[in-house]
C-alpha cells in the first residue's frame, strides 16, 4: 500500500493506524481518509489482527478538517469529500474487530469524530476534545449527532455543540465522553496494553459479540436481539477453536489455584 498521510503498522495481533500530517496537527484532507479506509481494509483481512488502534503523529489527534483545503472545494467536490468521510466512520462503527482511539492532544471537529466512531477512547489528560462546527459556519459528520447522545446524554450533547467549546480529557472522562484518561506519557501504553489484552481473546466471539452491540445500539427489538444472542453462541461453541480455548481455560484455573507448594489449592479458590 502507498499511503500518503497516516502510518500503518503491524504486530502481536494489533494493527496501528497513526494519523500523520503533523505539521498541520493532523488536519483531514481526502487523502487521509483514502488511506484510513485502505489500512482498515487491509486489517479486516488480516487474520492475525484482533484490534486496531487509532492515533495521532506529534501533538495532535487530529484538528479536524483541513479547511484551507476546504476554501477551495466546489459544492460538488465537498459532497465528494464528505462522502467518503462517513464512509470510513460507517466502516469503523461496522468493523467486525474491536478498535480503540488513543487521543493525543487535539480532537476536534471530524477529528473527534472518527474516535467517537470507535468502540473505546483513552484520553491524555491534556487532551482537548471538542465540536468547533458551529463556530466556523459547518455541521457535525460521523454520525457524531446520535453518537454523542448515546455516550452523554442529550442534554450534555447540546451544551456542548451548540457552545461549540472544547473541554479537556478529565472533563471528558467525567461525562463518559472518553472512557478513561492517563498522563500523555503512557497513553500508547495504556492503548496498546488494554488493545493486547483484547487480542488474547477468540476473534470470533469478538466478531459476533461487536455485532450483537451495534444492534442493539441500532434499535432491534429486544426480542431479535435475544435470538441473535443465542445463534452467536451456537455459531462461537461450534468453532474448531472451542475445545482449544476450554482446554486453555481449564489449565489457566488449574495454574491459578495450585497452592504455595504447587499442590492443588481448594477447587474454585
Known amino acids: 500500500m502507498e499511503l500518503e498521510c497516516i502510518l500503518y503498522d503491524k504486530g502481536d495481533g494489533i494493527a496501528e493506524i497513526r494519523l500523520n500530517r503533523p505539521r498541520v496537527l493532523n488536519a483531514m484532507n481526502k487523502r487521509l481518509w483514502l488511506d ?15 484490534a486496531v488502534i487509532f492515533t495521532g503523529e506529534g501533538r ?7 479547511l484551507k483545503e476546504s476554501r ?30 488513543a487521543i493525543n492532544g487535539y ?15 483513552i484520553a491524555a489528560e491534556d487532551a482537548r ?28 450533547a447540546c451544551e456542548l455543540l451548540f457552545t461549540a467549546e472544547s473541554i479537556d480529557g478529565a472533563e471528558a472522562e467525567r461525562i463518559g465522553l472518553v472512557n478513561r484518561t492517563v498522563p500523555s506519557e503512557r497513553l500508547l501504553e495504556e ?22 452491540l451495534l444492534m442493539a445500539r441500532e434499535g432491534v427489538s429486544l426480542e431479535a436481539l435475544m435470538d441473535y444472542e443465542v445463534e452467536a453462541c451456537l455459531a ?23 497452592g504455595p507448594d504447587g499442590a492443588p489449592g481448594p477447587k474454585g479458590e
Do not use: H, W
Open 191 to 212: 492503548a496498546r496494553d488494554l488493545a493486547s489484552r483484547i487480542a488474547e481473546n477468540s476473534a470470533f466471539s469478538l466478531k459476533m459479540i461487536k455485532r450483537g
Open 129 to 156: 476534545i471538542g465540536s468547533p462546527e458551529a463556530k466556523v459556519t459547518s455541521s457535525v459528520t460521523g454520525g457524531a449527532m446520535r453518537l454523542i447522545q448515546d455516550l452523554i446524554g442529550p442534554g450534555k
Open 36 to 50: 484510513v479506509q485502505a489500512a482498515l481494509e487491509d486489517a479486516r483481512r488480516d487474520p492475525q489482527v484482533k
Open 60 to 66: 495532535a489527534f487530529s484538528t479536524g478538517a483541513d
Open 236 to 258: 462461537c461453541v461450534s468453532t474448531k477453536e472451542r475445545q482449544a480455548s476450554l482446554e486453555a481455560f481449564e489449565e489457566r484455573n488449574t495454574q491459578e489455584n495450585r
Open 72 to 101: 477551495t472545494r466546489t459544492p460538488e467536490a465537498y459532497r465528494d469529500y464528505l462522502e467518503a468521510l462517513q464512509e470510513v466512520s460507517r466502516k469503523i462503527l461496522r468493523f467486525e474487530k474491536p478498535t480503540i482511539a
Open 107 to 121: 480532537a476536534l471537529g471530524s477529528g473527534y469524530e472518527l474516535a467517537l466512531a470507535c468502540d473505546i477512547r
